[in-house]
């Protein structure tokens, strides 16, 4: 497994990518072709619909960024991150729960909480 912190930079930098080329070739090196996101306000099934769900959350959010908040953390093959969104980082933010992550870092599954503020 790719190391946690690898991991979680990588997630944070699918997030912040504009450009959607990159970001399908982003989605495209580092998660499942058949991954999911899930959180208690959106979905999304395999690369299409994670990459539509990043493309809505910057069309709503512009000018917001996400960012690490501490550090993350692992085991086995597990990770768990706190992270931050807002203007700059604002203040706020969730926890992305311990998930199944492939053999090469590539993210299988996520169940991201959100504190809703």
């Known amino acids: 497994m790719t190391d946690v912190n690898t991991i979680a930079s990588r997630y944070i930098d699918l997030w912040n990518e504009r ?9 495209s090196q580092h998660w499942a072709d058949d ?8 979905s999304g099934d395999g690369h299409d619909g994670v990459d539509a769900l990043v493309a809505g959350v910057q069309q709503r959010f512009p000018d917001f960024k996400f960012r690490l908040i501490g550090e993350p953390n692992g085991f086995g093959d ?3 991150f706190s992270w931050g969104l807002g203007p700059d980082g604002g203040d706020r933010g969730g926890q992305l729960d311990p998930r199944d992550v492939g053999e090469v870092g590539v993210v299988l599954d996520l169940d991201l909480l959100d504190r809703v503020q």
């Open 19 to 27: 450009t959607p080329s990159r970001r399908r070739e982003i989605l």
């Open 35 to 42: 991954a999911k996101y899930i959180d208690p306000l959106m």
């Open 78 to 80: 597990h990770v768990r």
